[in-house]
């Protein structure tokens, strides 16, 4: 079975998407529901790292439950410049292109959940099944919200 190897690459785009929703939320404080719906949807893709991690070892994979949200220091001094630019034509675009970066990372992860879901029905886990079902819904709504507010701020950003 090649399960294991799937999910660690979900482990991984999980991470990569938890990261990218805080640098959304940090690069773009002066939108207060941008920077509170970046930090609580990297909340459930952190979650779900750590339950793929605890999932995989019945798949080969020992894989970090801690996922690596480490703040650097060149992610200080974004938080640092967001806090003082507020909002302009240029950071509404910049806002607009972040979205879409994690939309994109959203979908793909919602792919990825697709797989194992499928590959659970297949060798009838239910315990990987549930996850899979409840994490895909997760990330859907994570996608959903990215994409209303491309909508919400594209017209702001790119025409006014």
């Not at 793929?52 to 200080?76: H, K, N, Q």
Request: proline fraction near 2%; hydrophobic fraction near 40%; include cysteine.
């Amino acid at each position: 079975m090649r399960i294991g190897t799937v999910l660690r690459d979900l482990h991984h785009d999980e991470n990569e998407l938890a990261r990218t929703l805080l640098r959304l939320s940090d690069e773009h404080r002066a939108d207060h529901e941008v920077h509170r719906m970046g930090r609580h949807l990297a909340e459930w893709s952190t979650r779900h790292v750590r339950e793929i991690a605890s999932m995989a070892t019945a798949f080969g994979e020992d894989l970090d439950p801690v996922p690596d949200g480490t703040p650097t220091l060149v992610d200080d001094a974004r938080q640092w410049m967001s806090e003082r630019r507020g909002r302009s034509a240029e950071t509404e675009l910049a806002m607009v292109r972040d979205l879409r970066d994690v939309y994109l990372r959203a979908s793909g992860v919602l792919t990825d959940w697709e797989m194992v879901g499928q590959a659970a029905q297949a060798i009838v886990h239910d315990e990987l099944l549930e996850l899979a079902t409840r994490c895909q819904s997760e990330t859907k709504r994570q996608a959903t919200w990215a994409n209303a507010k491309i909508k919400e701020s594209s017209t702001q950003a790119l025409v006014v």
